[in-house]
Protein backbone atom coordinates (compact mmCIF):
# COMPACT_ATOMS: atom_id res chain seq x y z
CA UNK A 1 0.00 0.00 0.00
CA UNK A 2 3.05 2.26 -0.35
CA UNK A 3 4.63 4.84 2.30
CA UNK A 4 1.82 6.18 4.61
CA UNK A 5 1.54 9.78 4.58
CA UNK A 6 2.35 11.75 8.30
CA UNK A 7 1.03 15.09 9.25
CA UNK A 8 4.61 16.62 9.78
CA UNK A 9 5.20 15.64 6.58
CA UNK A 10 2.98 18.50 4.90
CA UNK A 11 4.50 21.65 4.19
CA UNK A 12 2.16 24.24 5.63
CA UNK A 13 3.09 28.26 4.46
CA UNK A 14 1.98 30.45 7.20
CA UNK A 15 -0.59 32.12 4.87
CA UNK A 16 -2.24 29.05 4.30
CA UNK A 17 -3.29 28.93 6.95
CA UNK A 18 -5.03 32.23 6.94
CA UNK A 19 -7.02 30.34 4.06
CA UNK A 20 -9.15 28.50 5.92
CA UNK A 21 -12.68 29.51 7.01
CA UNK A 22 -13.47 31.12 9.67
CA UNK A 23 -15.28 29.40 12.57
CA UNK A 24 -19.13 30.16 11.81
CA UNK A 25 -19.93 29.21 15.67
CA UNK A 26 -17.21 32.19 16.62
CA UNK A 27 -19.46 34.80 14.48
CA UNK A 28 -22.24 33.43 16.09
CA UNK A 29 -20.86 34.21 19.17
CA UNK A 30 -19.76 37.46 18.63
CA UNK A 31 -23.40 38.25 16.90
CA UNK A 32 -24.75 37.02 20.13
CA UNK A 33 -22.45 38.90 22.49
CA UNK A 34 -22.65 41.95 20.39
CA UNK A 35 -26.73 41.88 20.71
CA UNK A 36 -26.70 40.88 24.22
CA UNK A 37 -24.38 44.15 25.41
CA UNK A 38 -26.85 46.19 23.36
CA UNK A 39 -29.70 44.67 25.15
CA UNK A 40 -27.83 45.04 28.84
CA UNK A 41 -27.23 48.67 27.14
CA UNK A 42 -31.20 49.59 26.80
CA UNK A 43 -32.42 47.96 30.02
CA UNK A 44 -29.76 50.16 31.44
CA UNK A 45 -30.91 53.55 29.51
CA UNK A 46 -34.70 52.90 30.56
CA UNK A 47 -34.07 52.01 34.05
CA UNK A 48 -31.53 53.61 35.40
CA UNK A 49 -29.43 51.35 36.44
CA UNK A 50 -26.06 49.86 35.89
CA UNK A 51 -25.46 46.05 35.51
CA UNK A 52 -22.73 43.71 35.93
CA UNK A 53 -20.76 46.36 38.07
CA UNK A 54 -19.90 46.86 41.59
CA UNK A 55 -22.55 49.14 43.55
CA UNK A 56 -23.76 50.50 46.36
CA UNK A 57 -26.86 50.70 46.70
CA UNK A 58 -30.07 51.07 49.64
CA UNK A 59 -33.41 49.91 48.90
CA UNK A 60 -36.61 51.46 50.05
CA UNK A 61 -37.74 49.47 53.57
CA UNK A 62 -34.41 48.66 54.28
CA UNK A 63 -31.90 50.13 56.96
CA UNK A 64 -28.77 48.83 55.12
CA UNK A 65 -26.71 49.54 52.44
CA UNK A 66 -25.96 46.98 50.15
CA UNK A 67 -22.59 46.57 48.17
CA UNK A 68 -21.50 44.41 45.41
CA UNK A 69 -22.33 43.24 41.82
CA UNK A 70 -25.47 44.69 40.60
CA UNK A 71 -27.02 41.74 37.82
CA UNK A 72 -30.40 40.88 36.35
CA UNK A 73 -32.27 38.23 38.58
CA UNK A 74 -32.99 36.27 35.36
CA UNK A 75 -30.51 35.01 32.42
CA UNK A 76 -33.96 35.90 30.71
CA UNK A 77 -34.40 39.62 29.32
CA UNK A 78 -36.94 41.64 30.01
CA UNK A 79 -40.07 41.99 27.66
CA UNK A 80 -39.47 45.78 26.18
CA UNK A 81 -43.37 46.92 27.51
CA UNK A 82 -41.86 46.16 31.44
CA UNK A 83 -42.19 48.47 33.50
CA UNK A 84 -39.84 47.00 36.31
CA UNK A 85 -36.84 44.81 36.08
CA UNK A 86 -35.74 41.77 38.81
CA UNK A 87 -32.35 42.57 40.03
CA UNK A 88 -30.02 40.63 42.32
CA UNK A 89 -26.94 41.97 44.50
CA UNK A 90 -25.48 38.74 46.27
CA UNK A 91 -28.39 36.66 47.59
CA UNK A 92 -30.69 39.70 47.73
CA UNK A 93 -33.35 40.13 44.89
CA UNK A 94 -35.61 43.14 44.41
CA UNK A 95 -37.19 45.11 41.42
CA UNK A 96 -35.39 48.58 39.76
CA UNK A 97 -38.61 50.23 41.39
CA UNK A 98 -36.99 49.32 45.30
CA UNK A 99 -33.89 51.02 44.53
CA UNK A 100 -33.81 54.29 46.55
CA UNK A 101 -30.21 54.96 46.06
CA UNK A 102 -27.24 54.04 43.65
CA UNK A 103 -23.80 54.54 43.30
CA UNK A 104 -22.00 52.88 41.16
CA UNK A 105 -18.02 52.26 42.60
CA UNK A 106 -15.16 52.34 40.49
CA UNK A 107 -12.98 50.23 42.73
Given at each position: ?????????????????????RDLGEEGWFQFHSEQKQAIERIE???????????????????????????????????????????????????????????????
Open positions: MGNPIHQLDFNFAADDMLEFPRKFGIVLNKKVRLRLRGWDEEFTGKLVLDSFLLPPPDADSVPLRIGNVTFENTDIEFLQTLDY
